[in-house]
């Protein structure tokens, strides 16, 4: 089973700032099915990134992707008091179709 | 815009039962593999099952393989988990959470919650 490690556990930024969140996975994987997914108390999570870079529908520009390999990164350019919550990585495993998460980092106001 | 709603979670003792469901509307829910995610306090998500759109293939964890039952019934357009044999361990917000087809949930539920205790 391939492990999905994030971090920092938590992140403490100012409004205006940029948030770097990693995603490191125990083996190398395809960008095709790395995600990222946003959480903020007593709200249904939503698709941020799909495919490693992509992002999801109305999901705002400043939120980006990347990475390759193990190492995967969502990049989120001058914070909004809204952007404050706590973000997951999402990968896909074909054998056979299940999904793992990582812990979750949490990104609070400084 | 696609919406789903969870229900039946509550306080149950350990051993107990409980059954989930989860109702979708504006997309068509046969169409779609659909999934179970759980959270446990303070704990990153957890992927819990999944069923293809007809309902002949499912997945399990391996925590709750055996355990929980995850079924739906696409004329009402309703996902269940069946959750027998329950622990402390089984305690959190359930999510259901919908299979895009593209190897990543693309909505989610807000959550129900289910607490094991005694």
Not at chain 1, 16 to 21: C, N, S
Not at chain 1, 42 to 60: D, E, M, V
Not at chain 2, 21 to 45: D, H, I, N
Not at chain 2, 65 to 78: C, E, L, P
Request: aromatic share 12%.
């Amino acid at each position: 089973e391939i492990v999905l490690t994030q971090s920092p556990g938590t992140l403490s930024l100012s409004p205006g700032e940029r948030a770097t969140l990693s995603c490191r996975t125990s083996q190398s994987v395809s960008n095709t099915y790395l995600a990222w997914h946003q959480q903020k108390p007593g709200q249904a999570p939503r698709l941020l990134i799909y495919g490693a870079s992509n992002r999801a529908t109305g999901i705002p520009d400043r939120f980006s992707g990347s990475g390759s390999g193990t190492d995967f990164t969502l990049t989120i350019n001058r914070l909004e008091p809204e952007d404050f919550a706590v973000y997951s990585c999402q990968l896909f495993d074909g054998s056979p179709p299940t999904y793992t998460f990582g812990q979750g980092t949490k990104l609070e106001i400084k | 815009e696609v919406q789903l709603v969870e229900s039946g979670g509550g306080l149950v003792q350990p051993g107990g039962s409980l059954r989930l469901s989860c109702t979708a509307s504006e997309f068509t829910f046969s169409y779609y593999w659909m999934s179970w995610v759980r959270q446990a306090p303070g704990k990153g998500l957890e992927w819990v099952a999944n069923i293809k759109g007809d309902g002949t293939v499912i997945y399990y964890s391996d925590s709750v393989r055996g355990r929980f039952t995850i079924s739906r019934d696409n004329a009402k357009n309703s996902l269940f988990l069946q959750m027998d044999s329950l622990g402390v361990g089984d305690t959190g917000v359930y999510y259901c959470a919908r299979d895009s087809g593209d190897y990543f949930n693309d909505f989610w539920g807000q959550g129900t919650l289910v607490s094991v205790s005694s």
